[in-house]
Each structure stands twice: as structure tokens, then as C-alpha cells.
């Protein structure tokens, strides 16, 4: 068993398969509607929140870039739009998800600048010292083992270059948080059943966000994994987070 609860949660916890087959599993079953689903299920603001995160990169700038479960591309395609770096790296262990993000990177005309591969963050298949900035957007919930995945990529990083992770996060505001459990109990499980025909996914969601150890707690893990100047930005009343840091 992992040091962190959340490593423990899994799509299905009948199924005797890994938390890492299972979530490519899971993945590759909803990748065709994965899209529209993240639009409708947070109004857009999911586009915003990638926008923000990406802002942390500004200021240096960066060669190669690595997004580590880069699912349909999304972040990689902003990414190139607003800080452009000279290649970009996607890896996922989903085939079926990156499956259409290499449609979208095709029809953007962009198969020179970005490459998507299939890859596990508990062993990334690059050197040490690859690149010189990475992202994990709504990623590192599905993590077989955190900690070992952030020390990975720490080891493919060239020093002081900087991590930025998006990931949700429970509600600050004590008013907000009933409102909050509702959507993500009820509305999010039903409503990814309706489009998706898999409620599971979207009931892992919700279990994986509850147990996520979020602020100062993966803070401290980043610590742990090798990154300094490690900080946290709020968004949207505290139900998602950018953390940052340096290698």
C-alpha cells in the first residue's frame, strides 16, 4: 500500500488490475467525449484555469516542454499558442486519449512542434536533464504513486527549471463547500453517465479529489520530490489549484 490514500483510489476497487491499468482503462473509454465533457462540466472555466497555469512559464524561456498527462493535448496546444516553446513532449498512458489529441494537434497544422507518447510518470522513458519546463494538468490524482512520479520528473528536468501543476482542490469557503459536495457527488457522476455512458469515471473523480492530500500537503511532497520555491495559487473559491516549484 502507498504512503498516500490516494494512491490506494482506483476506478473500480473490485477490479484486481493496477490504479495504473485501470485509469488507462478508464481513459481510453471516455477519451471521445472527454472534451466536450470538461467544457460542459465547468461551464468552460476549465479553459481559463489551463490559461493561468501556463502564465507561470512566462518570463523564461523554454525549449523543450514536457506535459505529463497530456490526455487529449489540450494543454499542450495552449501551451505553443501562449508561451511557445521550441518543442513540446505529451505523454500519457491512455492511447485512446492521445488518439485524438493528435488529430487536434493535425488539423492545427503543429505535428513539427508537438509529439505525443505513450509513457508512465512512475518511469518517464527520457534522460535526465530532457527539459527545461513541465506541466501536469488534472494529472496527478491518476498517479500510481505520487511522490515517485513528481521525483521523475524532477529527474528529466535541467536544474531550476519549473514544474506547474493544475489539479482540483476541496473549497475554502465553509458556505460553498455544500453546493460544492452536491455538483460533485451527484450532478458530475449523472451527468458524465448520460453523455459518456461511465458513471465510474466520473464517481473516481470525486473520490480522487477528496482524497488528493492538496496545499501545504503536496506542497510538502513537492519538497520531498526535489523542488524549491514551491507555491500554490487559488482559483474559482479554492476548487482548483496551480502548484509551482523548481528543480
Given at each position: 500500500?502507498s504512503?498516500?490514500?490516494?494512491?490506494?483510489?482506483?476506478?473500480?476497487?473490485?477490479?484486481?488490475?493496477?490504479?495504473?491499468?485501470?485509469?488507462?482503462?478508464?481513459?481510453?473509454?471516455?477519451?471521445?467525449?472527454?472534451?466536450?465533457?470538461?467544457?460542459?462540466?465547468?461551464?468552460?472555466?476549465?479553459?481559463?484555469?489551463?490559461?493561468?497555469?501556463?502564465?507561470?512559464?512566462?518570463?523564461?524561456?523554454?525549449?523543450?516542454?514536457?506535459?505529463?498527462a497530456?490526455?487529449?493535448?489540450?494543454?499542450?496546444?495552449?501551451?505553443?499558442?501562449?508561451?511557445?516553446?521550441?518543442?513540446i513532449?505529451?505523454?500519457?498512458?491512455?492511447?485512446g486519449?492521445?488518439?485524438?489529441?493528435?488529430?487536434?494537434?493535425?488539423?492545427?497544422?503543429?505535428?513539427?512542434f508537438?509529439?505525443?507518447?505513450?509513457?508512465?510518470?512512475t518511469?518517464?522513458?527520457?534522460?535526465?536533464?530532457?527539459?527545461?519546463?513541465?506541466?501536469?494538468?488534472?494529472?496527478?490524482?491518476?498517479?500510481?504513486?505520487?511522490?515517485?512520479?513528481?521525483?521523475?520528473?524532477?529527474?528529466?528536468l535541467?536544474?531550476?527549471?519549473?514544474?506547474?501543476?493544475l489539479?482540483?482542490s476541496?473549497?475554502?469557503?465553509?458556505?460553498?463547500?455544500?453546493?460544492?459536495?452536491?455538483?460533485?457527488?451527484?450532478?458530475?457522476?449523472?451527468?458524465?453517465?448520460?453523455?459518456?455512458?461511465?458513471?465510474?469515471?466520473?464517481?473516481?473523480?470525486?473520490?480522487?479529489?477528496?482524497?488528493?492530500?492538496?496545499?501545504k500537503?503536496?506542497l510538502?511532497?513537492?519538497?520531498?520530490?526535489?523542488?524549491?520555491?514551491?507555491?500554490q495559487?487559488?482559483?474559482?473559491?479554492?476548487?482548483?489549484?496551480?502548484?509551482?516549484?523548481n528543480?
Amino acid at each position: 500500500m502507498s504512503q498516500y490514500a490516494h494512491d490506494n483510489i482506483v476506478p473500480d476497487s473490485n477490479s484486481q488490475a493496477s490504479k495504473k491499468e485501470q485509469v488507462a482503462s478508464m481513459f481510453d473509454a471516455i477519451a471521445k467525449k472527454y472534451d466536450f465533457l470538461n467544457r460542459f462540466l465547468s461551464l468552460g472555466i476549465d479553459q481559463i484555469w489551463r490559461k493561468k497555469a501556463i502564465a507561470n512559464f512566462k518570463g523564461a524561456p523554454i525549449h523543450h516542454l514536457l506535459d505529463v498527462a497530456t490526455g487529449t493535448a489540450d494543454m499542450a496546444l495552449m501551451a505553443h499558442k501562449q508561451i511557445k516553446p521550441k518543442q513540446i513532449t505529451g505523454m500519457d498512458i491512455s492511447e485512446g486519449m492521445m488518439q485524438y489529441g493528435r488529430i487536434k494537434i493535425a488539423q492545427k497544422g503543429l505535428n513539427d512542434f508537438i509529439q505525443l507518447k505513450q509513457g508512465d510518470s512512475t518511469e518517464i522513458p527520457f534522460a535526465e536533464n530532457t527539459f527545461d519546463g513541465a506541466m501536469v494538468a488534472f494529472g496527478v490524482r491518476n498517479f500510481a504513486d505520487l511522490e515517485k512520479g513528481l521525483t521523475e520528473i524532477n529527474r528529466v528536468l535541467t536544474p531550476g527549471s519549473k514544474i506547474v501543476i493544475l489539479e482540483f482542490s476541496q473549497p475554502s469557503q465553509f458556505w460553498f463547500k455544500p453546493i460544492y459536495q452536491l455538483y460533485m457527488n451527484w450532478i458530475t457522476p449523472n451527468i458524465g453517465k448520460i453523455f459518456s455512458g461511465n458513471k465510474a469515471a466520473y464517481s473516481y473523480l470525486n473520490e480522487s479529489v477528496a482524497a488528493f492530500p492538496e496545499g501545504k500537503a503536496f506542497l510538502s511532497i513537492l519538497e520531498k520530490a526535489g523542488f524549491k520555491n514551491i507555491y500554490q495559487q487559488k482559483l474559482s473559491l479554492g476548487i482548483c489549484s496551480i502548484y509551482c516549484g523548481n528543480k
